[in-house]
């Protein structure tokens, strides 16, 4: 089993969705949580940390579910500009410092 | 500006060679990772190093080399012992501890012709 799972995708949605992404992690100890996007062929950029009451940040919430183990990422009103990879990052406390990444969920916005 | 530099932006390399990618960041932090990121999939940890002089072994260290000489460099080789190397390289750091987030570079495509 992957340490952090996410659906691939493609999600292909109207302008002004709402479209939802979900993770699953599998070690009940992990302590961070974030949301990074990839464009195509660049690098991953934080697009938000995800903690246990729940973040909004704009268009964004992330909300944390520590019971079941899963992160999940909202996106209201979508815009063309919003399309990209979204990528479920972990990290782990297994006494390795740094951050596992799940395959990433792509998004595409269509006009 | 503060970040993280890779070079070279592509490296083409022959079979049997070694090549070093480069990474340097000015941001003072602690840690630097390695990741490796193949067409559709995510990011694969090869090395990781939390302080100077001292690195750990990823998930797929196996055919790779750092060292950690300096805060501000953490240079890969990709040895010959690595069979397929093709992929995009991304070099990242972080200031240590758990919470953090990590920034990353702009990466490096490595292909083997």
């Known amino acids: 089993r992957k340490e952090v799972e996410q659906d691939p995708g493609p999600f292909n949605v109207p302008e002004g969705a709402t479209v939802a992404f979900n993770c699953t992690y599998s070690n009940s100890a992990s302590q961070s949580f974030f949301w990074y996007r990839q464009d195509c062929r660049k690098e991953p950029k934080l697009l938000m940390s995800?903690?246990?009451s729940g973040n909004e940040d704009g268009r964004f919430t992330a909300q944390l579910n520590r019971a079941s183990q899963y992160i999940s990422l909202l996106i209201r009103d979508s815009k063309l500009s919003d399309s990209a990879t979204y990528l479920c990052?972990?990290?782990?406390?297994?006494?390795?410092?740094?951050?596992?990444f799940g395959s990433g969920t792509r998004l595409q916005v269509q006009p | 500006d503060g970040g993280i530099t890779q070079s070279p932006k592509y490296l083409f390399r022959k079979e049997g060679q070694n090549v070093t990618l480069s990474c340097e960041q000015n941001l003072n932090h602690d840690a630097m990772y390695w990741y490796r990121q193949d067409p559709g999939q995510g990011l694969r940890l090869i090395y990781y190093s939390q302080i100077v002089n001292d690195f750990q072994k990823g998930d797929i260290a196996e055919g790779y080399s750092v060292s950690r000489e300096k805060k501000e460099s953490f240079p890969l080789t990709v040895t010959s012992a690595q069979k397929n190397p093709t992929a995009f390289y991304l070099c990242?750091?972080?200031?240590?501890?758990?919470?953090?987030?990590?920034?990353f570079g702009q990466g490096t495509r490595l292909t083997v012709v």
């Open positions: 995800v903690y246990s």
């Open positions: 990052v972990v990290n782990l406390d297994t006494g390795r410092r740094a951050l596992t």
């Open positions: 990242a750091s972080s200031i240590e501890g758990v919470k953090t987030e990590a920034f």
